[in-house]
């Protein structure tokens, strides 16, 4: 009798786990893109810095937070989650245009669920970097971090589903890698905690030494499907232009020379990392695109580019973009949301072309 009650459990249980996959497959959202037959992209899962972190600097002790108005200013219902934007950001709008789910949540978030969870969650900390010293200058999620939070995360999906199904999950799901902007802007050029140390090229082969480490150890871990997209033209977005591009506030040409001369050693650094059996690491050049935007802002519809929406829109990012700065009536209008990260709308435009370029590399 006992072994018929251990029989009878064991079968309940894995009914449940269907049924549990039937409807995380049923609640996925009508995405546009479409994927080649007989492809499947189970989930979307993130690591990096505040261009993709969805809240889980909420739960961190640090100044580098936006869990309150004006940001969220355009999210559903208004709401500040913690991301760094008026509305979502690129992780939200991959996953929803691949048909996974609306929003790609943080890991930290304490209202997560099971089924959360095998559709993917981002672990990227607002303002880390790949280099070790970024996070700390922050007191933010490092990079190395992140992948304890992420080795937790596979123990946790094999709980749910089984060691099986939690290998297909990893192999198969889309890996999403957004650093470097903090390491050039923050640690580099403002903290100048590393100038001592090294000049430019000396400190983009340390954040690309770091980058590969990164990148080996998650492939370690079962991720095959990387994406890692390269730093942005740095020195144009407005809190740089007013820190180091004079009197007129033009682009810093130094942040994106060091962005530029990063983005060259990272390309060429996975391209040697293709070696690794059944791995698709893809660079995914953000730089050109954005810059593009920032340069003929006007004919994509902008009407503003070197100011944020929030506040004077030169210096005011995270706690200094609160609710007591008048904010703009329509961020549509402007290319940066406060004065280090995009609006919304032009984060749409660079997913819409990362997706449309590079989405075919992974396959």
């Known amino acids: 009798m006992a072994v018929f009650t251990k029989f009878l459990n064991c079968r309940t249980t894995t009914l449940m786990l269907r049924l549990m996959l039937l409807l995380v497959l049923s609640l996925r959202t009508k995405g546009l893109v479409n994927l080649p ?33 004006p940001y969220g200013k355009d999210f559903d219902g208004g709401i500040p ?28 978030d304490p209202n997560l ?30 990079m190395s971090e992140q992948l304890e939070m992420f080795k937790e995360y596979v123990e946790k999906l094999k709980q749910i589903v089984g060691l099986d199904r939690t290998n297909f999950i990893l192999a198969n ?66 809190s740089q232009r007013t820190l180091a591009g004079g009197l007129e506030r033009e ?45 003929n802002y006007q004919s994509y519809g902008y009407e503003v580019m070197d100011r944020g929406c929030c506040g004077t829109g030169k210096l ?3 706690v200094l973009c609160n609710r007591l700065d008048a904010t703009c009536s329509d961020a549509s209008k402007y290319v940066f949301w406060d004065s280090y990260h995009p609006t919304e709308k032009v984060y749409k435009q660079l997913v819409a072309q990362i997706l449309q370029n590079y989405l075919s590399r992974f396959f």
Do not use: H, W
């Open 81 to 108: 989650t913690g991301r760094f934007c008026n509305g979502k950001i690129p992780s939200d709008l991959i996953v929803e245009e691949l048909g996974i789910k609306k929003l790609l949540p943080a890991y930290l």
């Open 113 to 142: 669920k099971p089924d959360d969870l095998l559709t993917g969650v981002c672990f990227a900390s607002g303002a880390s970097g790949y280099d070790p010293l970024t996070p700390k200058i922050a007191s933010v999620i490092s």
């Open 173 to 238: 799901s889309f890996f999403l890698v957004v650093a470097g902007s903090d390491d050039i802007a923050n640690t580099y050029f403002v903290a100048r905690a590393r100038q001592l140390q090294y000049d430019i090229p000396a400190y983009t082969d340390l954040m690309c030494n770091s980058a590969t480490d990164f990148l080996k150890e998650l492939y370690g871990l079962g991720a095959r499907r990387i994406g890692v997209l390269s730093a942005p033209p740095i020195g144009c977005v407005p």
């Open 251 to 295: 682009c810093a040409g130094d942040y994106n020379y060091a962005a530029k001369l990063f983005n060259s050693k990272l390309s060429s650094k996975l391209d040697s990392l293709s070696e690794l059996p059944d791995s698709r690491i893809v660079y995914i050049d953000v730089y050109n695109p954005l810059m593009d935007i920032i340069v």
């Open 316 to 318: 005011e990012v995270s």
């Open 37 to 69: 037959p007989n492809i499947s992209i189970p989930a979307v899962i993130g690591f990096g810095d505040s261009i993709i972190d969805p809240g889980n600097n909420n739960k961190v002790k640090t100044l580098v937070k936006c869990n309150f108005p």
